[in-house]
């Protein structure tokens, strides 16, 4: 267990629906980031937050948005599915203040989203 | 040109043998780099990382950074079956407003066979 926690782990859902997805970062960690990874694409930086707030933004479709709560933990939300959204959703979580240090991700497991 | 490049393999090896993993990149402000495991339906590892130009070595595993040629390596020694896996290189700058943000390659799926 990496101390990320995401749910749920596997979700299928129609096209044209919307779905979110929660991550729970590690205690302490303040940056949360999510990703997507498909076949094709291997691992898309969608979103950071830095507690709480907007850090950056990479290739994220205006259907899909996040947020990072108080308690610090974080959702995914994606609207308006089609198949192509269908890929596994990875949150990370890291240990370090943002703006100094070397240091890596832990990552969740995933939620593997199906859209049908 | 992606950012980071990285052959996706397959790549398959007995045991026992000398694994030698590879990436390239284009952005000379990546200081930060790191290697990545990720078994089959799980999340992504940290491996090893390390900073600037240079040597790294955690037991079996040794990373290497060429800053001037802009390239890479993972090298796993003595493989075992335990090491089949995908090994994602990951890299991040030292400044700017995505300080956070790793660029991933898009992994290299290893097996090795008993």
């Known amino acids: 267990d990496s101390g990320v926690t995401q749910t749920p782990k596997h979700l299928i859902t129609a096209t044209g629906q919307r779905v979110t997805l929660r991550c729970s970062p590690r205690?302490?960690?303040?940056?949360v980031y999510w990703y997507q990874q498909s076949l094709d694409q291997g691992l898309q930086f969608l979103i950071h937050y830095y507690n709480g707030e907007e850090r950056a933004k990479g290739n994220i479709l205006e259907r899909f948005s996040a947020q990072q709560f108080p308690d610090l933990h974080s959702e995914l939300n994606l609207s308006s599915l089609e198949l192509g959204d269908s890929a596994l959703y990875f949150c990370?979580?890291?240990?370090?203040?943002?703006?100094?240090?070397?240091?890596?991700?832990?990552f969740g497991s995933g939620t593997r989203l199906t859209v049908v | 040109q992606k950012e980071v490049e990285q052959d996706p393999g397959p790549l398959s090896v007995p045991e026992g043998a000398i694994v030698s993993l590879n990436c390239t990149y284009s952005?000379?402000?990546?200081?930060?780099f790191m290697w990545y495991r990720q078994y089959s339906r799980k999340g992504p590892e940290l491996l090893m990382y390390t900073y600037s130009s240079g040597n790294k070595e955690d037991g079996r595993f040794t990373a290497q950074v060429d800053k001037s040629s802009k390239y890479i390596s993972l090298f796993i020694r003595d493989s075992q079956p335990s090491d089949s896996a995908t090994y994602l290189c990951a890299m991040r700058p030292n400044r700017g407003s995505t300080l956070g943000r790793l660029y991933f390659g898009r992994g290299t799926q290893l097996t090795v066979w008993p």
């Open positions: 990370a979580s890291s240990d370090g203040a943002v703006d100094s240090g070397p240091y890596g991700y832990t």
């Open positions: 952005n000379s402000a990546f200081q930060y």
């Open positions: 205690s302490g960690d303040l940056s």
